[in-house]
């Protein structure tokens, strides 16, 4: 939780630059991302070049599909996507079908900060759907797009960069970076008596319940799942799922799987004191309960939604640590 109120927003794409199942307690979705590829594209659609810059393509044009397809140019060895709902780091070239010239794309920046929720990209561009699930962190993909796999609104904004209102496009997409939708790793006993108990859903998604009892009046913190990742440090910015419980009150004042996407805290100075003191020392892929007394929260002023003197309820799931911006 933060000192001081911020707006929370998915990251946006510009026009010149392109902003860059259930895992919980260790299970893993099942992918068979072979099953769907259409190997005939690369025979097609020719990608050279380095996996850190932008692509060289050289495709047969006017190049048209009826129905979206995808192919792995190169497939890495880091964590998956197997949904739409993790956040990550994509480098993207769009191609004019008609014309094999390059419409809009990324800035190919190497900079890891810029998260966002991967569905943001399906949501402009429906037909990467498929060319996403159960790509790897380090693999590039071929992705081309039949007239629905590109929005009408998505066409109308990049209309004044040249975006073809109609007619194929081909995608070349980086798979830079993939953070899990929840924390993953391995159950955990802990005596709950007098505490709140939390229950997840398909998703990972915590939902807290908060005993008719007097709140403890020391800070409280509890390893719900281990994760099996580095311990953060107290210079680390953890990207985090988080839901944030009043004791009294037993209510939901803030949560991150409301507001859409992950966020990152910076843990040295950006948060409550209670909530540094409650992750340092954590290791990634855990999800922690902290119960956070008002001297290590907002105190007897309290903030927004926090009333003074509150008690606060933390679920915080680490999925894991944001790279700093790029210089």
Not at 65 to 94: C, H, K, R, W
Not at 105 to 125: I, P
Not at 154 to 175: C, K, L, N, T
Not at 287 to 303: A, K, N, R, S, T
Request: include cysteine.
């Amino acid at each position: 939780m933060r000192k001081t109120p911020a707006i929370l927003s998915a990251a946006a794409l510009t026009m010149l630059a392109l902003a860059g199942c259930s895992p919980v307690a260790g299970g893993e979705a099942s992918c068979d991302r072979a099953a769907g590829a259409d190997a005939s594209l690369t025979d097609l659609i020719d990608v050279t070049g380095s996996l850190d810059a932008a692509p060289t393509v050289d495709m047969f044009a006017p190049f048209h599909v009826d129905e979206n397809a995808y192919a792995d140019v190169e497939v890495g060895d880091g964590p998956v996507i197997t949904s739409l709902d993790q956040s990550g780091v994509l480098d993207m070239t769009l191609y004019d079908g008609n014309t094999g010239e390059v419409v809009i794309g990324t800035s190919y920046s190497g900079d890891l900060s810029a998260v966002g929720v991967l569905s943001q990209w399906s949501t402009q561009f429906p037909g990467l759907d498929d060319a996403l699930r159960c790509a790897t962190e380090g693999s590039r993909v071929i992705a081309a797009l039949d007239d629905d796999g590109v929005s009408a609104e998505a066409r109308e904004y990049y209309a004044q960069a040249g975006f073809p209102q109609e007619g194929s496009i081909v995608a070349v997409v980086d798979v830079r970076k993939v953070y899990p939708a929840a924390a993953s790793g391995t159950l955990q006993y802990n005596d709950g008596f007098g505490l709140p108990s939390v229950v997840r859903d398909t998703d990972g998604r915590p939902g807290v319940v908060v005993p008719d009892a007097p709140a403890p009046d020391e800070l409280v913190v509890q390893t719900l799942i281990k994760g099996d990742g580095a311990e953060l440090t107290i210079d680390d910015t953890p990207l985090v799922q988080y839901t944030g419980v009043l004791w009294d009150e037993k209510t939901v004042f803030d949560s991150s799987w409301e507001s859409g996407s992950p966020v990152p805290f910076t843990l040295d100075g950006g948060v409550i004191e209670g909530f540094t003191e409650g992750l340092v020392g954590q290791t990634i892929g855990s999800q922690v309960m902290i119960v956070v007394p008002p001297e290590l929260g907002y105190g007897d002023e309290g903030q927004g939604s926090v009333p003074a003197g509150a008690t606060l309820v933390f679920v915080v799931d680490i999925l894991g640590v944001q790279d700093a911006p790029a210089q």
